[in-house]
């Protein structure tokens, strides 16, 4: 029975612990305001940076270089890199912490993901006075560094880490959605590439590129091979497709509404060329550039920032060289709907700060987020993928400006492709939209995403995507990511009413388990007490 009860005490407690942080968190809690110390103590601090890296040493560097160029400014505070190769697993880890008091002080996230965060008991720094400090926010007196002033990040990027009417984050990077393309093959097909692509004729040269030779060999290029058009990011492909025909998805509030008619309509289309075999997505084949490059795909449709992957003289390139086919690559915007009414998705992204009791902590992290914003690391990061600059200051510098002027000087550096997607993105900036950002909106975009997954898998596997099929995947799509409890009509998901059953069991269960080891504590205790001639009376 011993072992037992410390067997509970030791493990069990602690999980269930993390688990009632997290059922707990049902609808967002204030984050109050943060006090700005009166000024930066000498005392030593060290604070904890948590970010994303995939395979590019080159960013690794830059966060190396700025923590070092920082720690030579402020040799009192100390910053301790963690990297991560998914943003997901930041999420996930962010959470998880949450819950131990244990949270990084400075990360690299998505406001999707802060709004999560926000559910924990005072969790995410508000920025806003941080922000307009005179000491030591932006453009602030008592900087060591000449970061952005007030005014100087870009607007439509700011405005995207505007949570429930405070800052709760600043733009590190952005980035959009582009299509990357295969121009000979479009040509061979008998087509040219318009300045501005259109979905139906996206479809249309999909479905032309389907067409075999009697070998079995698709025409277009000799090979066994074609998926003509391979969509990233479908929570993306979704919710864009929407946005264009200016259809439902979901309110500011966060009322859900992308179960319409018109998401019905997108599934139907995406399940007609997903089973002629036109189409797919990233989930079910893998990354388009490895399609692109390999002279198997037509229409990659990718972030900018994964414009280093994309082409023949690629910089980053996942497959052997002897698989690679010559081609030229244009890049456009992602297929449109009305073509002199662009739209796409700003993505990228954002800097949050984590409370702490020390607060000489948080005005470190502060002044370390924003020495991430600083010119240096802005334009250098930036050259590394085809992400822009977050600040008007980096993106009107004479450096920035010439590193743009030089595309194609090499395949490195001045990648082409890559610099073709930064100047397609800046040219569009005012042509970008996000979506709304509350506790639920990863779920929602999950959501979105999974519809286009599951039309997509169903045609190939021959079901019929029809008014049917649709509305089944509606309602098990709501079930799969609880989007019933933030169906909550037009005030959003402000009061997502009682808790789960499953939440109140473990509520109940960890009562029970607290209780048994109380009274197991208790006894023991009488029992050494008569033991040593001690009585209770």
Known sequence: MKKKMLFLLRNLAPALLILLCLTGCHGSREQRAFQVPETLEDAPVEITFWAKNDTNKAQTDIYARAIEEFQSLYPGITVNLR???DYGKIYNDVITNIATGTTPNVCITYPDHIATYMTGDNVVV????LMADERYGLGGSELLFEGPAEGELVPKFLEEC???GAYYAVPYVRSTEVCYINKDYVEALGYEVPDVLTWDFIWEVSEAATEKDPEGNFKVNGQKVMIPFIYKSTDNMMISMLRQLDAGYSTPTGQVLLFNEDTGTIMKQVGE????GAFSTFKISSYPANFLNAGQCIFA????????????HAPLLDISEDKLVDFETVVRLIPQYDTSHPQMISQGPSICIFNKENEQEVLASWLFTQYLLSDGIQIAYAQTEGYVPVTTRALNSSQYQEYLSREGEDNELYYDVKLQAAKLFLENVDNTFTTPVFNGSTSLRDAAGQLIENAAKGAR????VDDAFVQTQFEDVTSLYRLDQILSGPEGPADLGPLPTASVALLVSLALIWGIMGAYILVKYVKKRRKS?????
């Open 162 to 164: 505007r949570i429930q």
């Open 301 to 312: 449709v990718d972030s900018t920032a994964g414009s280093t992957w994309m082409g023949t």
């Open 83 to 85: 990297l991560y190769t």
């Open 461 to 464: 596997r021959k079901q019929v």
């Open 126 to 129: 508000p920025l806003d006075d």
């Open 533 to 537: 001639g001690e009585y209770i009376s």
């Open 273 to 276: 060329h997903a089973g002629s």
